[in-house]
């Protein structure tokens, strides 16, 4: 599940994405409330959103991001859990953070492998 919900959202960001509004092709934010849905910005015009969704968080799931032209870091937690879970454009891997239980996820560090792995992420 996890693995699928990375997958959409890596899908999103990589199209210059933009989650209920624009967001530029590189930043770094989070969301912390709940069911927001994911909409590609139109191929070409940078900031106009597409009418069609291609996912939608699930309620209480929090969903951070780190993002560049050419790379990205990515992070999910629900609210209830005491586990992050995160991965990036030059991993394979999915990490995992131990987190508090209803804190607000963070934005990875960076936009790369960096920003979900070292001392406080573990490789599954």
Sequence with gaps: MKKILAAVLVVAV??????GAS?????????????????PNVLGTPGTAST????????GVYFA???LT???ALATQH????????TASDSTAINWSAV?????????GSANAL???GASWTTM
């Design 115 to 117: 920003g979900v792995s």
């Design 79 to 86: 609210n209830s859990g005491v586990r992050a879970f995160g």
């Design 70 to 72: 050419t790379s990205y």
């Design 100 to 108: 508090t239980k209803g804190a607000t996820l963070a934005a990875p």
């Design 23 to 39: 967001l530029a092709a590189t930043g770094a934010g989070a969301y912390a409330d709940a069911g927001k849905s994911i909409f």
């Design 52 to 59: 069609t969704a291609v996912g939608k968080l699930s309620t």
């Design 14 to 19: 990589a199209a210059t994405s933009s989650f």
């Design 65 to 67: 991001w780190n993002t």
